[in-house]
């Protein structure tokens, strides 16, 4: 989120009336003029995982992500409680 708030604040192009642009580099005052709705179902995801985790303890309960986590050499581990 803080990250989100800094966009917004420091590069107002980044957001347009669909919210964030896909892509801009502030470095050459670039900003993508295209907008894609594609993201938009992951922002929600991303969003409710920041909020409460629900969806990565969901996928988590997976066996075939246990394996593939554990195959990819990660560690378990049980994430801080949420600060909001």
Same mark, same amino acid.
Do not use: C
């Given at each position: ?19 964030? =642009? +896909? /892509?801009?580099?502030? &470095? ?9 709705? =594609? +993201? /938009?179902?992951?922002? &929600? ?40």
């Amino acid at each position: 989120m803080r990250v989100l708030r800094t966009i917004h604040d420091h590069y107002p192009k980044a957001w347009s009336r669909y919210g964030f =642009i +896909d /892509a801009f580099n502030p &470095l050459t005052d670039w900003y993508d003029t295209d907008v894609i709705g =594609i +993201d /938009a179902g992951i922002i &929600l995801l991303m969003a409710e995982n920041a909020r409460t985790g629900f969806v990565w303890q969901t996928f988590m309960k997976n066996p075939e992500a246990q394996r593939g986590m554990k195959n990819a050499g990660f560690n378990s581990y049980q994430p801080a409680a949420s600060q909001t």
